[in-house]
């Protein structure tokens, strides 16, 4: 369940990280050289992704499965 829960999470904040990448693409002018545009348009949503699947892991402790030994 806890990995449900962070796989969702992480999904999930793939789309606010696609309109703030897409936000901030427009206000730097639309940068068409390789670098800059591949940091925003790549980086932004991976690392809202991951931010996401971090979250999703540190907060799903209640309902991780423990198995006593």
């Given at each position: 369940?806890?990995?449900?829960?962070?796989?969702?999470?992480?999904g999930v904040m793939l789309i606010p990280?696609?309109?703030?990448?897409?936000l901030i693409w427009y206000v730097a002018?639309?940068?068409?050289?390789?670098?800059?545009?591949?940091?925003?348009?790549?980086?932004?949503?991976?690392?809202?992704?991951?931010?996401?699947?971090?979250?999703?892991?540190?907060?799903?402790?209640?309902?991780?499965?423990?198995?006593?030994?």
């Amino acid at each position: 369940m806890r990995l449900l829960r962070t796989l969702i999470m992480g999904g999930v904040m793939l789309i606010p990280g696609l309109l703030l990448s897409m936000l901030i693409w427009y206000v730097a002018g639309q940068p068409s050289t390789e670098p800059m545009e591949s940091l925003i348009c790549n980086g932004i949503p991976l690392f809202s992704v991951s931010l996401g699947l971090f979250f999703g892991w540190k907060t799903g402790e209640a309902y991780s499965v423990k198995m006593e030994s």
